[in-house]
């Protein structure tokens, strides 16, 4: 896979500044070491046995960290910090550790907050800007949200904001986003590149729905999964009490769905994971209803997760965007409801209580939880490192265990998803029980059967 993609990082120029880090350059003097470019990661961990193709430069990730020679002065520079789109855990987690990496190991005095995403460099909305010292954000990561705001839209106005970076005249812009952000930052850096200035654009990718390609994981991922387990630990017990009784609980997953898959497997309670890769019928012999009555008739309750952009594909009539050009999606929670409500209303044997319940926005808005804090704090420590070195273009991220520079071009070319043949799907089975395809074709039904 890695041989479709160039994973070469640009510069803004050559590095001829000592960093004020001190470390070393040698292995077993117990002194943590500077990175070379030379040190690379591969995304392809399988291998056959046998004579080995060679790799190439374009093939491997470059690893990140600091580097002992740099590109930017430290008392010269102006950092921004921009935090755009949705709210996810771990925001201020980010912020606060890109602020304290330039400031306190590399003396960095000026580091500005752009307030609410890109909106707040155009002129007409007229918001002011938040100086960021240590002491702003040495408590911050105990709080969800973002301290600078954050807001959708405003990054197709690349000329606008080239304009507000010049006059503040920053060296290097943060942008903490999804998708959208950091196809806007690529388009501002292409746009810096065509005005010859030399202005860092880093990347950290911030996406709840774990949809990023080539990493691990997202910041916050955990966090929601965990919020999200809580949540159908509590429709559980709702269902488990009830005659006949069914927990209904959408999470986030526009296109992919990684929260809902891994909430199921670490609740062990989840009868149904319903995501946008697995298509399934609602009505029909093999479809969704019939197998959720058959479940409720020997076992008298049901748990059912929902990823909010599942069965977007026929329940959407007109294609609108929102303000990050994301597709407006139908409420698929309450129209299963719906659905589930008068499928049941037929069966005069039947009784159900259905508890519908949807935590997304208190996922997103909690606290980052350790894990994810752990993974926030160095992931703004290696933005912080990379922009000093002059790494343009890039964002960060966790790839085979190692903190790597991942090209913005390549990372916003396409959207990580569940593979329906893979493991992860394969395990989510096994720990629902659920029907393999719940879809009425004639090749689906010996795929139909439920276990006990």
């Known amino acids: 896979m890695s041989e479709e993609f160039d994973f ?130 040495d408590d911050i990561h105990k709080i969800g949200g973002t301290v600078l705001g954050s807001a959708r839209g405003g ?47 880093v990347g950290i990718p911030k996406t709840v729905d774990n949809d990023f390609s080539f990493i691990q994981r997202s910041f916050g991922f955990d966090t929601a999964v965990s919020k999200a387990a809580e949540v159908v630990t509590a429709a559980h017990m709702e269902a488990h009490s009830q005659i006949n009784g069914i927990g209904l609980v959408k999470v986030m997953g526009r296109e992919s769905g990684f929260i809902a898959v891994h909430t199921a497997l670490a609740s062990h309670e989840v009868n149904f994971c319903l995501i946008p890769e697995v298509p399934f019928d609602l009505d029909g012999p093999n479809g969704f209803l019939q197998h959720l009555e058959s479940r409720l008739r020997k076992r008298n309750h049901a748990v059912i997760i929902i990823a909010e952009g599942a069965l977007q594909d026929s329940l ?41 319940i949807d935590p997304s926005y208190m996922i997103r808005s909690a606290p980052a939880e350790p894990n994810d804090s752990i993974y926030c704090e160095r992931l703004g420590n290696a933005a912080a490192h990379a922009a000093m070195a002059g790494k343009t273009k890039v ?36 720990a629902t029980h659920q029907p393999t395809l719940m879809i009425n074709s004639p090749g689906a039904a010996q795929y139909g059967k439920e276990e006990d």
């Open 8 to 137: 070469t990082i640009e510069e803004l120029g050559k590095r001829n500044i000592k960093s004020p880090i001190i470390m070393s350059k040698i292995w077993g003097d117990f002194i943590a070491n500077y990175v070379t470019d030379e040190e690379y990661i591969r995304l392809d961990t399988a291998v056959t046995l046998g004579p080995q193709p060679e790799l190439k430069r374009n093939q491997v990730f470059e690893r990140a960290g600091p580097r002992e020679m740099l590109y930017f002065m430290p008392q010269h520079v102006h950092a921004g910090i921009v935090s755009c789109g949705g709210l996810c855990p771990g925001l201020n987690d980010v912020i606060r550790a890109i602020v304290r990496c330039l400031w306190y190991r590399y003396g960095v005095r000026r580091i500005t907050g752009i307030r609410y995403g890109y909106k707040g460099f155009l002129p007409e909305y007229q918001f002011s800007t938040k100086e960021l010292t240590p002491e702003v954000v």
């Open 155 to 201: 990054g197709k106005e690349v000329s606008k904001i080239v304009d507000s970076m010049e006059q503040l005249n920053l060296n290097m812009l943060f942008t903490i986003g999804g998708d959208g952000t950091q196809k806007g930052a690529l388009d501002i850096a292409g746009e810096i590149s065509r005005r010859k200035l030399k202005i860092a654009m």
């Open 316 to 356: 959407v009539q007109e294609i609108k965007t929102d303000a990050s050009g994301n597709l407006r999606l139908v409420d698929v929670g309450i129209y299963l409801r719906d659905r589930i409500i008068a499928h049941f209303n037929d069966k005069e044997d039947m009784e159900i209580n259905l508890k519908y």
């Open 395 to 430: 964002l960060i991220g966790l790839v085979n265990n190692s903190f790597v520079h991942l090209p913005m071009k390549v990372a916003v070319s396409r959207r990580n998803h569940v593979d329906p043949e893979g493991s992860l799907w394969r395990d989510t089975l096994d």
